[in-house]
């Protein structure tokens, strides 16, 4: 179990100046000079080799400080304090759990589970969040403590043990991270699991506002981000877009071209015909229609 305190450094600068992420600490010869130091402030650091412990948990390469020293009071790279910093925000949605974990709170609005959107099919019934004006301030305070976290996450180079320091409770379902917040380089698996999973929890999918444009029948708005990769997706390539969708074109204004976004909500799964050599291609569409359910930086 990761619990606040053994979350490792990400990045090292060696006896050189150069700096070195995870990988160096697997390849062999090391490429790195000793002494490290933490990427963030001049601590000491040593490399440690991903290991597995007798109880089968696995613990991927990282640095780790010495033993009874610290880091300076703002280095980035100190988790627990950095995790301190969020926790202890005003309007936060994290809270501290006594195992050491940190637990998002998603609102009321995002514990209803809407039907379930086969995979391929179109429907006219869609998923979106309804937001009463009272409500706006809770679905903003989990969207923004969500971006924070995601973007902490990034800073620790989605460390596995940083990862699961943190937990999503939707109702009554406790969502582990992995499963919540899907990045670009892993819409492949919230696509897989769209077309098996009726739980139909909420998550939040982050991409880069690269087109936008309006639905064909003019009454509804999207925005898009194409990482152009072809996956591969029920045994078959595919391409993989997310288009996040909404009937109001002034929700989507609030990003701007280029923009990174991030989006809460339900994700639905909808195959949108052939292209680049007769390959599939596959959208991940998610409506918002509350300017509280995206934000963008
Ligand atoms: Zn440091």
Sequence with gaps: MAVSGEVGIPFAVDAAGHRFGRSAIDRSPQPFRKPLSCAGCKLLVTAVAGY????????????????GVHHDASCPYDFDRQVQVLVGADSTALERERSGHYRLVLPDELQAQPPHD?????????????????????????INSAVKVARLLERFDHMPQALEAFTVRSGRSAIAWRDFCYLPDRYDELASRLSTDRTRLPVAVSGIAQARGVASAGTSYWLMHDPSQRVQLDGSAAYLRLRIRSRSEAVLERVTDGQRFFALGWCGRLDAGKSRGGHRR????????SAAGICSW
Excluded at 54 to 59: A, F, L, M, V
């Design 52 to 67: 597995t412990t007798g109880s089968g948990r696995h613990t991927s390469s990282h640095y780790r400080r010495h033993p």
């Design 282 to 289: 596959c959208d991940l569409n998610m409506w918002i229609n």
């Design 118 to 142: 086969p995979p391929g099919t179109y429907r006219r019934r869609r998923a979106s969040i309804v937001v009463r004006r009272a409500d706006a301030p809770r679905l903003s305070a989990a």
